[in-house]
């Protein structure tokens, strides 16, 4: 369709006895934000690779921008920013902006690329002298030199400081604007519930919720109860009624629960507490609610 950036269909891939990614079936439009949420060992990584041709699939099909992946790649129409990817010895940001420049049809100017991805002073500078961060954002300079339409970013954040964050999602702000397609991994929960128009969940390799943050969160069917346990002791707080799953933040305990009636009634019943809080879950219990069960310390 001319109007999807990305479709996915029937995708999986198996390594030896586990099945990475099982029967993915997904639609992404263009000029959208989609974030892909999921623990590790989701499928996250496989599903981005596959996507970009990188790795094939047992089966299934993808299709970029109206093509295939190799296509779309040879086209211009796709910039990556992928975990750990390694740079040329000795070159400078400079190089490796020019490099990638060199490798698109109508790449951006290299002063904005730049500009975009925080690097401006630093364009003299070795990529192999760059800290942590400044070399995540050299590989975001990379993904962005060809301008193109679709960009897709796994776990683009990490090694960033908070200032860093804030500085790369502004830049991202600003190319979607632009009518650009994102796709992005991350495990910050509340990025993607800030700068994603849509959430994509996957748990053991399948789409277990695909919405819009709040649309995630109401999935997710559950509520917090959060306190203080009078005893100290969390043995059995998974065993109440309704409860999904149990964890302990400092000496606080979280419980995500189907019905939090039946749960406080239990645990008053059972355990003495203090401080008890009952709510709607934000996206990150939303998430653990959807992907994982048992008690977590």
Do not use: C
């Not at 009634?265 to 355990?271: I, K, Q, V």
């Not at 008890?276 to 609610?289: D, H, Q, S, Y």
């Amino acid at each position: 369709m001319d109007d999807e950036a990305v479709r996915l269909a029937g995708l999986t891939r198996h390594y030896g006895p586990v099945r990475a990614v099982d029967g993915i079936d997904l639609s992404i439009a263009r000029g959208s934000t989609v974030a892909l949420l999921g623990p590790n060992g989701a499928g996250k990584t496989t599903t981005i690779s596959i996507l970009l041709g990188l790795a094939p699939a047992d089966a299934g099909t993808v299709s970029l921008l109206g093509g295939t992946p190799a296509e779309a790649v040879r086209a211009g129409l796709v910039g990556a920013m992928l975990q750990g990817a390694g740079f040329v010895p000795g070159a400078t940001v400079t190089d490796l902006v020019e490099l990638a420049r060199a490798l698109y049809p109508h790449p951006l100017d290299a002063d904005r690329i730049l500009r975009l991805a925080g690097l401006t002073g630093l364009a003299t500078r070795r990529v192999d002298r760059l800290s942590g961060g400044e070399a995540q954002r050299a590989r975001f300079a990379f993904a962005l030199a060809g301008q193109p339409d679709l960009l897709v970013l796994d776990e683009p954040t990490a090694a960033l400081d908070v200032e860093g964050r804030e500085a790369f999602w502004t830049a991202i702000r600003r190319y979607a604007d632009d009518g650009h397609t994102v796709l992005f991994s991350t495990h910050h929960l509340h990025e993607a519930d800030e700068y994603a128009d849509r959430v994509v969940v996957l748990a053991a390799g399948r789409v277990v919720a695909d919405g819009t943050p709040a649309q995630v969160r109401a999935l997710a069917g559950a509520r917090t109860v959060t306190f203080d346990l009078a005893d100290g002791a969390v043995d059995g707080l998974e065993q109440l009624p309704a409860v999904r799953s149990v964890r302990v933040r400092g000496d606080r305990v979280v419980l995500i629960t189907e019905d939090a009636d039946a749960t406080v009634l239990a645990l008053a019943a059972g355990r003495g507490f203090r401080g008890l809080e009952v709510a709607a879950p934000g996206l990150e219990a939303a998430f653990r609610a959807l992907t994982s069960t048992g008690t977590e310390h």
